[in-house]
């Protein structure tokens, strides 16, 4: 899973200030207002995978699911649960 966050300059931001030294190493736009990127990435080790796909698959089977659909506050709702399983 990777998660990017992307950082640019506010206005009226001290060129100089403490957030640019913070994201220096990760500019992607050096000219201003400057623009950083930064990606985090989270995975498992080879050897805990299989463990994790049993504990999802037990997860899964436990929930219970609600579909919504169109704004929430006049969102028709259905229980997943409520559905034929095939």
Same mark, same amino acid.
């Given at each position: 899973?990777? /998660? &990017? !966050?992307?950082?640019?300059? &506010? /206005?009226? +931001?001290?060129?100089?200030?403490d957030d640019l030294v913070t994201?220096?190493? #990760? =500019? /992607?736009? !050096?000219? =201003?207002? #400057? +623009?950083? =990127?930064l990606t985090y990435e989270f995975f498992l080790p080879e050897n805990e995978k299989q463990k994790y796909i049993d504990s999802l698959s037990e997860f899964v089977k436990r929930s219970i699911g609600l579909l919504t659909g169109n704004h929430q506050e006049t969102a028709n709702t259905s229980g997943v649960n409520d559905c034929k399983r095939h």
């Open positions: 899973m990777s /998660i &990017s !966050l992307s950082i640019s300059q &506010s /206005i009226n +931001e001290d060129p100089n200030s994201i220096g190493n #990760y =500019l /992607i736009k !050096l000219a =201003l207002p #400057y +623009e950083a =990127l």
